[in-house]
């Protein structure tokens, strides 16, 4: 590589001769290799010729054609040090863009954005990053780049055509005497540059926001362009003008909400916001923060903090506020009074000096409210006319010895003792007896009780009850006496039986016979057989008695007509090979009605099994199988033994007993479901 200088004039200047070659060296030894960035990745084996330059050539430029069309580029591929500080290493592209210009990102965005002069250039680059060096060669002109229409350029002018804030101050300071050279508008950006870097320097909201603007509504041909922290920094001033104008706004309006509403936690940090203004802040935080949280001590003293303030008249309380502040000195004297009455004692003044504002005070203390709820259930027990509460409320009275009752409460409370003691002997045997009608009769005494408010309305519905249930009770025995099951039902009541337990085991099941043996009758009627034959095989079961003639005819009709209209359905078989033998796998789906318990499985080997008869001897058919329903089960499933057979007939009957048929026979369904007979095979 040459080294040389550029006179203001434009003129070069060599400066030495290490790295040139001229056709009188031909054949010597290559002195320098050259900056790496700058190089051919096979710089090593580059022969020292006149084509020695030739990859570098085409790196500059390609280099400085992408920065004529895209400044920016210089600041995102150029290298800096830790100081920021330009390094004079490269000019854009790296040693490692060359090694692989595949995955180079310049390349990329070059490829994607650049212009036909800069993509053909970029092409050419690309290639020679890929030939051996000495196929390298670069004849194209080099384009002009040490001046332009106005003349010859400087490092300033540079700078100025770059928009990089940095390297513009960088010139500035480097080559003041260069400034002739530029334009007003060039020399406008010089400005705004130097105008930025103070205000940054000085890290003053107002002079970074106000520079910032000031470049953002500049329209130059070159944009300058900040870098990312400087943005974020001039982005942060300009929210903290504005966050600052909108919290003095608040602070001219005197409205406490509005100002700690419009402060923005951006300001914490800012240097331009005054003690005065922080102060007021801080007070109005505190006011609000009471307020907010229904705190009564705390809004008094924040009030208090406000009125002995020297901001006096930077605020102004609203009209709610204020009235919140009136409920809060208006709480501390409510409690004040109400504490001076627990001091003295008084059950009445208690209860009178309580003021409702006070039900979520929270410096009453649980003490306080349990003594004041005691002084109110004794006073409202005393107008209730309420003997138990009284005595009650006396009781617990007792673990406040400072409470004392007047002579008027003593004189009353005596009273209620007296009464209630009578009382207390009735509802005692009310109480442990309330399911026998003659025990609650008997201890029931009119002269005493009758009138006393303390046996309530439902004791005294009751007691009339109970007299009910006697008179009833009487009329049933004597039904019962002449088994007579119409007089029974005529004179039993449900609801008064439901209320008392006179009645013995014995007379409870011949009541319940009666009585459900016309549910029953009604049911045969409606044809309802499902419930019929329920009520019936419960009324047997209960009572332990048979059903009269009539009915169990009656029963037996209905029997075979339900269990006929409830096949088995869904039945599927499954033929397997085992080493006993084959086994039919058989499944179905029960009827939902559960009075189905069992299933009768019939099979042949080469026909349909034959329609069972209602009353089907079993000893006329061959091949069967009892399957009980357990439980709720809806899913059915038995197996069994079919010989070496590997095609059978099934079909599935329901099969309920007769129990009111002298030998109890079984009764069979109708089997006309479509799904409760099935053809099978045994699978190959």
Not at 131 to 147: A, G
Not at 188 to 203: G, H, P, Q
Not at 360 to 366: A, E, M, P, Q, V
Not at 621 to 644: H, M, N
């Amino acid at each position: 590589m040459v080294n040389i200088m550029v006179r203001p004039d434009g003129r070069l200047i060599l400066v030495d001769y290490d790295g040139v070659y001229i056709p009188g060296f031909a054949g010597l030894a290559k002195l320098l290799l050259g900056q790496p960035d700058f190089q051919h990745p096979q710089m090593a084996q580059r022969k020292f010729n006149e084509h020695m330059d030739d990859f570098s050539a085409l790196v500059i430029s390609t280099a400085l054609l992408a920065l004529e069309e895209r400044p920016e580029l210089w600041d995102k591929y150029v290298k800096r040090d830790v100081q920021g500080k330009l390094l004079d290493t490269n000019l854009l592209f790296t040693q490692k863009d060359f090694k692989d210009p595949g995955q180079s990102a310049i390349f990329q965005e070059l490829e994607q954005a650049g212009s036909e002069r800069v993509t053909s250039a970029l092409r050419a680059l690309k290639r020679a990053c890929l030939q051996p060096i000495d196929q390298v060669h670069f004849s194209l002109p080099l384009p002009d780049v040490t001046s332009g229409p106005e003349g010859p350029m400087g490092r300033l002018n540079v700078a100025v055509r770059s928009g990089s804030i940095a390297t513009i101050i960088e010139a500035a300071r480097a080559e003041e005497q260069d400034a002739a050279n530029l334009t007003t508008r060039e020399q406008r950006v010089v400005n705004l540059a130097t105008i930025w870097s103070e205000a940054y320097a000085s890290d003053d909201d107002e002079k970074i926001a106000a520079a910032f603007e000031a470049i953002e509504n500049f329209h130059h041909q070159e944009k300058l362009t900040f870098t990312p922290v400087q943005l974020q920094r001039a982005r942060l001033a300009q929210q903290r003008r504005a966050a600052l104008a909108r919290f003095r706004t608040a602070l001219n309006s005197k409205k406490l909400k509005q100002i700690v509403g419009s402060y923005d936690a951006i300001l914490d940090r800012s240097t331009r916001l005054s003690r005065r203004e922080r102060a007021l802040l801080e007070l109005a935080r505190t006011f609000r923060r009471a307020y907010e949280t229904d705190d009564d001590a705390a809004l008094i003293m924040a009030c208090d903090a406000l009125q002995h303030s020297p901001y006096q008249g930077a605020y102004v309380l609203t009209a709610q506020e204020q009235e919140r502040v009136r409920l809060a000195q208006s709480k501390k004297e409510a409690l004040i009074s109400f504490q001076i009455a627990l001091r003295q004692g008084s059950l009445q003044a208690i209860v009178t000096a309580y003021n409702p504002l006070l039900d979520d005070n929270k410096y009453i203390t649980r003490s306080e409210r349990e003594q004041l709820a005691l002084a109110r259930s004794f006073g409202q027990a005393y107008a209730a006319d309420n003997d138990e509460a009284l005595v009650e409320v006396a009781r617990a009275l007792q673990k406040w010895p400072a409470l004392q009752l007047s002579a008027q409460e003593q004189e009353r409370l005596q009273l209620a003792r007296q009464r209630l003691a009578a009382w207390q002997r009735f509802q005692q045997a009310f109480t442990a007896q309330a399911g026998n009608a003659h025990k609650l009769v008997e201890a029931y005494d009119a002269t005493l009780l009758e009138g006393y408010s303390r046996v309530t309305a439902e004791q005294r519905a009751r007691l009339s009850r109970a007299y009910a249930y006697l008179r009833m009770y009487r009329a049933v025995q004597q039904a019962i006496e002449r088994d007579d099951d119409a007089k029974i039902r005529a004179a039993y009541d449900e609801k008064l039986a439901a209320d008392f337990t006179d009645f013995s085991e014995q007379e409870r099941k011949r009541i319940e016979k009666a009585m459900r043996c016309a549910a029953l009758e009604a049911a045969l009627e409606r044809r309802e057989y499902a419930r019929s034959l329920s009520l019936a095989l419960a009324i047997q079961s209960s009572t332990g008695q048979a059903m009269s003639k009539p009915i169990a005819f009656r029963l037996q009709k209905a029997l075979s007509r339900f269990v006929r209209e409830h096949d088995l359905s869904k039945l599927h078989v499954h033929i397997a090979r085992r080493v006993a033998g084959n086994y039919a796998l058989v499944s179905w789906q029960w009827p939902e009605d559960e009075l189905i318990r069992h299933a009768l499985i019939v099979w042949h080997p080469t026909s349909w099994p034959p329609r069972l008869a209602c009353r089907l001897d079993l000893k006329t058919i061959e091949r069967y199988v009892w399957v009980k329903r357990v439980g709720q089960e809806r899913a059915g499933q038995c197996e069994f033994t079919i010989a070496d057979y590997e095609h059978i007939y099934v079909q599935g009957f329901t099969a309920m007993r007769d129990y009111w048929d002298r030998a109890e026979r079984w009764r069979f369904g109708d089997g006309i479901e479509p799904t409760s007979l099935v053809e099978a095979s045994l699978e190959s």
